[in-house]
């Protein structure tokens, strides 16, 4: 059937009325396709053959604003304009949107000299680029303290215009002015205290950008800066503790109160000299953290825990025969171990992701002019053909060029079995060739693959706080101080009100001290977040954003596109009815001569199945479209038509009074019921209807003088599709379809799937109306469709979920989250995943809230001391959020 042929598509041919209004380049989100103002950020640098950019500051990606720009020979001149530039690297004129994005080296050209090459082509820029973003990886940011003294530090750096600091990545996101020294803001953030290691920006031609950080993206994990254990700050920690353990050793055990050592007229025994030593080992981290704490004005863990021990120190000092300096020592080692233990655990949650990283290989087997050569997959361009042997990962998104073999999709997909790859078909960076040779063409470049993307969306996901994290964040705002006011009340009302002993009252201060720390608190939300995205993502499952996998875990109701999601999106003949003495092979044999020359699915159907069961071709002339009705040709000489049955009534058929070529095991009944005469249908009242009621698309076949059979097509429903249905409904989901074939059809599918209710006949808008009112009549809705038809739809629900998003840049964009295998079964996999992380992020809020609250309370009983106010309150609850949070890990989608 031609597509101009004028035939409605009819019942179940799979052809939902949900076309993309705005085109294949509109996205259809709401927010992540800004298109005003231009910006600019820092990028790994890719630089064009024989181009240097990025020796020095490393490549800078710059946007901006040419509206004028809106068609191919337009961005053709302006492109062509730009590449004259020294230093130009990649070009991206989007005549679509009138952007312009450049990446250029800063040493070698500037943003005025791309301005003023643009509008010497003729093109008037609207604004020229006034930021760019930059990410530094700072490895010891890995708690809320910690970035609170970075983010302060950033606050009065020079062209620093916004900042977001991750800590459980080790990252800080800074948005610059396109002048902005880089190397002051480095300065900015060395002066809080903690090194940056490295930049987003390119690789430097000696490794180093000129202040001593080597460039790399990503990130430094906990595997990067080696075991946490064996550490400097781990070395000074059990020196320290050691002199702690001597000490006990000599004052309790050995019973010496002998005086070793007087500075400035006041005595230390050996007990106290050793407590002394064993607090400076071990506070020296602390209190180098607290001066940049104070430095910094921030009111943070390091400037508590200094303040404690000076205060301890300083007690003892001042008071003469009583003795603080256990209570230091105590301090300094035990909390020096409460910062090794959330380090390891921050180290944990970074390794999650940087599995991901390391998916893709670092070298790649390329063929040129017929040498194989290993080269950095950095160095590869679009085009290359490369060699992948078997067990070797794919390095690259590319296309099949020679060979065959099984493919381990996983690392992508979540597919738990190798998908057969050949000539022509797609391949993805990162998975694994399990059986033969393959030659693969490059189609993306290193950084632009499917992989890539993951990771960055991944990492940009901690860039979305919840709801819960923006409570946290302003709890903790109040908490801190309060705890603070309160420590100070506890060690001076009672000696000063009541004439209690102030000594043990100031360490009842200095325990409050400790307790008013939120760092368990403050992250017990990003760590549960970032383990349950990474862990979706290794399964196949990429979710953009804490807000959105707190949102899919409280959904009331699903939303389900028909075609391509609960069914496969692909017609297929499912019935053929042979008329008249005629067998099913004849009518095939007419129904794809008939068909031959459609580009129609159903056409597109039928002679595909006609071609694997065999039947042979015939001669076909004199093709014609009959305008919503059919099409006719002549075969062999022979005039034959196909089409609605009403086609056939009208060149004066009797379809209620059909002669069959035998009765057949579904029609036998049929047969036997409906005609006096055996081997006669009624196909107007009978046949036909009952197709139409399993969600099928009726074609009938025939010349002028006798009617040779009908062709049922249906899109066929997905073999898990039931299943799936049933577990989102146990889960206590109600599940409603959308799609815009006929009310039969609609009907027909839902039944087969079980779906709690449908809506028929709708355009991209009805479904956009249809999703409103469920929001209305549920609260929260997650909307699953292919990503590029629903888009709108999918931007109206709480969650929109598209389907096989692998390798489609359109469909990962969209949607909130990508399922990247065309895998329906992983929707139940998904909301469990969502709905158990919420319950882990509730368990970490309010258990780090409980034990602090227990803890504070039982202080001024003296039931709990500096050492249990730190192991407990401080790091058994970091230890036990993120144990709690990894347990998200263990999540697996049914087999």
């Not at 180290?347 to 002019?369: F, G, H, I, Y």
């Not at 001024?860 to 990894?886: I, K």
Request: proline letters at 4%; glycine letters at 12%.
């Amino acid at each position: 059937m031609s597509e101009h042929d004028g035939r409605d598509p009819g019942p179940g041919d799979g052809a939902d009325a949900s076309t993309d209004p705005q085109g294949g380049d509109n996205c259809g989100c709401d927010d992540a396709c800004e298109v005003g103002g231009a910006s600019a950020s820092g990028v790994p640098g890719e630089t064009e053959p024989g181009d240097s950019a990025g020796e020095s500051a490393g490549a800078v990606r710059a946007e901006f604003s040419v509206p004028d720009m809106d068609c191919a020979s337009c961005a053709s001149k302006v492109e062509t304009s730009v590449r004259k530039l020294d230093g130009v690297g990649d070009i991206d004129p989007r005549a679509t949107t009138g952007r312009l994005v450049v990446e250029y080296d800063p040493d070698r050209t500037t943003p005025d000299d791309i301005r003023g090459n643009v509008e010497g082509a003729g093109y008037a820029v609207e604004d020229g680029p006034s930021t760019r973003e930059v990410s530094f990886s700072v490895p010891d940011m890995d708690c809320a303290s910690c970035a609170g003294k970075v983010e302060h530090a950033l606050r009065g750096a020079p062209g620093v215009l916004s900042y977001e600091t991750r800590p459980t990545t080790g990252t800080a996101v800074v948005t610059l002015a396109a002048d902005a020294d880089l190397d002051a803001v480095v300065s900015a953030i060395e002066g809080a205290g903690y090194e940056v290691v490295g930049t987003d920006v390119a690789d430097a031609v000696d490794g180093d950008d000129g202040h001593g950080h080597s460039h790399s993206h990503g990130g430094t994990t906990g595997a990067d800066r080696g075991s946490v254990w064996r550490s400097t700050r781990a070395a000074k920690t059990w020196v320290s503790g050691g002199f702690l353990a001597a000490g006990i050793t000599v004052e309790y055990l050995l019973g010496l109160e002998l005086v070793v050592a007087s500075v400035l007229g006041v005595s230390f025994t050996a007990a106290e000299l050793l407590y002394v030593l064993g607090a400076a080992v071990g506070g020296q981290a602390i209190l180098r953290n607290g001066y940049y704490s104070a430095k910094n004005r921030s009111l943070d863990i390091d400037f508590l825990m200094s303040t404690a021990i000076l205060s301890a120190v300083a007690a003892s000092l001042i008071s003469g025969p009583t003795s603080l300096y256990f209570e230091a020592a105590t301090l300094a080692f035990l909390f020096s171990v409460s910062e090794l233990l959330e380090r390891y655990s921050m180290d944990r949650t970074r390794d999650s992701l940087r599995e991901l990283m390391d998916l893709s290989p670092d070298e790649a087997t390329v063929l040129r002019d017929g040498v194989e050569t290993v080269v950095p997959v950095e160095e590869l361009v679009v085009g290359d053909v490369v060699a992948v042997k078997p067990g070797e990962k794919i390095p690259v998104d590319g296309t099949v060029v020679e060979g065959d073999s099984a493919v381990n999709q996983a690392p992508i997909t979540g597919e738990s079995v190798p998908v057969d790859k050949a000539d022509g078909d797609e391949v993805f960076a990162g998975t694994v060739n399990e059986a033969g040779y393959l030659e693969v063409r490059v189609d993306s470049a290193a950084g632009d693959d499917t992989l890539s993307r993951i990771v960055s969306m991944v990492e940009d996901a901690q860039a979305n706080k919840t709801e819960r994290e923006q409570f946290v964040e302003r709890f903790s705002s109040y908490y801190t101080p309060l705890m603070v006011v309160v420590a100070v009340a506890v060690a001076a009302i009672p000696p000063i009100a009541f004439g209690l002993d102030w000594v043990t009252w100031f360490v009842y201060g200095i325990t409050m001290l400790v307790l008013a720390c939120p760092c368990a608190f403050v992250i017990s939300t990003p760590v549960s977040v970032v383990s349950g995205i990474t862990s979706a993502a290794k399964n196949g499952v990429l979710i953009k954003g804490g807000t959105h996998l707190e949102a899919m875990g409280s959904v009331e109701a699903v939303a389900v596109d028909k075609t391509g999601t609960l069914t496969k999106g692909e017609l297929t003949v499912t019935d053929v009815v042979p008329l008249n003495g005629n067998s099913e092979a004849d009518v095939l044999r007419c129904a794809r001569g008939l068909e031959a020359r459609s580009e129609h699915p159903i056409g597109e159907a039928i002679v595909s199945h006609a071609e694997g069961t065999g039947v042979a071709a015939r001669e076909v002339d004199d093709f014609e479209s009959v305008t919503g009705k059919g099409v006719r040709a002549d075969l062999d000489g022979v005039p034959h038509f196909a089409g609605k049955p009403g086609f056939f009534e009208e060149l004066g058929f009797d379809l209620e009074h059909v002669h069959v070529t035998g009765p057949g095991e579904a029609l036998s009944a049929e047969v036997r019921q409906l005609c006096d005469r055996h081997g006669c249908l009624n196909l107007v009242e009978d046949t036909i209807p009952r197709l139409q009621s399993e969600g099928k698309t009726v074609v009938v076949v025939g010349t002028e003088d006798d009617l040779e059979g009908v062709v049922a097509v249906a899109d066929e429903v997905r073999p898990d599709a039931r299943e799936t249905v049933a577990k989102l409904r146990e889960a206590g989901l109600s599940v409603v379809m959308l799609t815009g074939d006929n009310e039969g059809t609609a009907r027909a599918i839902a039944e087969q799937v079980g779906v709690d209710d449908f809506r028929a006949g709708l355009l991209p808008e009805d479904k956009v109306a249809a999703v409103e009112g469920l929001l209305d009549e549920y609260g929260s809705v997650a909307m699953v469709g292919d990503g590029i038809n629903d888009a709108p739809a999918l931007a109206t629900a709480t969650v929109g979920v598209a389907m096989g998003a692998a390798g489609t840049d359109t469909a990962l964009e969209t949607a909130d989250i990508a399922l990247m295998a065309d895998d329906l079964s992983k929707l139940p996999y998904l909301y469990e995943l969502s709905h158990r992380a919420n319950g882990v992020i509730r368990q970490n809020i309010w258990a780090s809230l409980a034990i602090k609250a227990v803890l504070a309370v039982g202080v001024p009983f003296g039931y709990v001391s500096v050492a249990l106010a730190v192991l407990a309150g401080d790091a058994g609850m970091t230890m036990g959020v993120t144990g709690n949070a990894m347990r998200l890990a263990r999540i697996r989608p049914d087999e």
